[in-house]
């Protein structure tokens, strides 16, 4: 089946640093990616449609100038977490969408910042 | 836009029993449910799906079936085990270039062995 990754799988870092993680699709191509944040105990949360060549979509309430979201090629994305503080601190995770329109999703990357 | 809820927040049963989890969704232009199973520190896994042109779908142990003119639709897990204790979630969406998929706030089930 299709399959998504994530890197890193956990990143701790400082406040006030920035932080990149990709999600990649390795057997197919994904036109249109997306980005969870998952804080514990509650659902996935949507931030932000990426779109291969185009900028992002984001959802109401999330900062486009603190999530930069980069969709350069047909099977990589990537979320950087600029200025990074505690309350950014969660759990993120994308998925892919294939030419069927069906997701799947990675593993997920869990950010501490300290 | 697309809301969906789902019940139970949590749900403890024992093992080789029965576990059905509901959710209902607001937009009837919805036409793809699917559920996920995401455990402990991981990201979530498709478990089953439905599509608005069918009303029931089994695999082995689990089934969805769907109500479209009520909007909800229901996960049933038979004879459960304990490595059935994780957390679902309902989603929905249009399939196609325009809807995002929409979760609902989950499910903890716990089977006690």
């Known amino acids: 089946g299709a399959v998504v990754s994530q890197h890193p799988s956990w990143v701790i870092c400082k406040s006030g640093t920035s932080v990149k993680i990709e999600c990649r699709s390795l057997d197919f191509q994904a036109t249109t990616m997306f980005w969870y944040r998952q804080f514990p105990k509650q659902s996935l949360m949507l931030m932000a449609t990426?779109?291969?060549?185009?900028?992002?979509?984001?959802e109401q309430g999330v900062e486009k100038d603190k999530f930069l979201i980069n969709h350069a090629s047909l099977t990589l994305s990537t979320l950087t977490v600029t200025s990074a503080h505690p309350e950014d601190s969660s759990f993120y995770i994308c998925s892919a969408r294939d030419l069927s329109f069906e997701q799947y999703f990675g593993p997920g990357t869990r950010l501490t910042v300290t | 836009g697309e809301n969906v809820e789902q019940h139970p927040s949590t749900l403890s049963v024992q093992e080789g029993d029965s576990a059905v989890i509901k959710c209902t969704y607001s937009d009837s232009a919805s036409n793809y449910f699917p559920w996920y199973k995401q455990e402990l520190g991981k990201g979530p896994q498709l478990i089953i799906d439905i599509r608005s042109n069918v009303g029931e779908k089994k695999d082995q142990r689990i089934a969805v079936t769907l109500n479209k003119t009520a909007k909800h639709f229901s996960l049933h897990i038979t004879e459960t085990q304990p490595e059935d204790s994780a957390v679902y979630f309902c989603a929905a969406h249009k399939m196609d270039s325009s809807y995002k998929l929409i979760f609902g706030s989950g499910t903890r089930l716990l089977v006690r062995p």
């Open positions: 990426s779109n291969e060549g185009s900028k992002a979509t984001y």
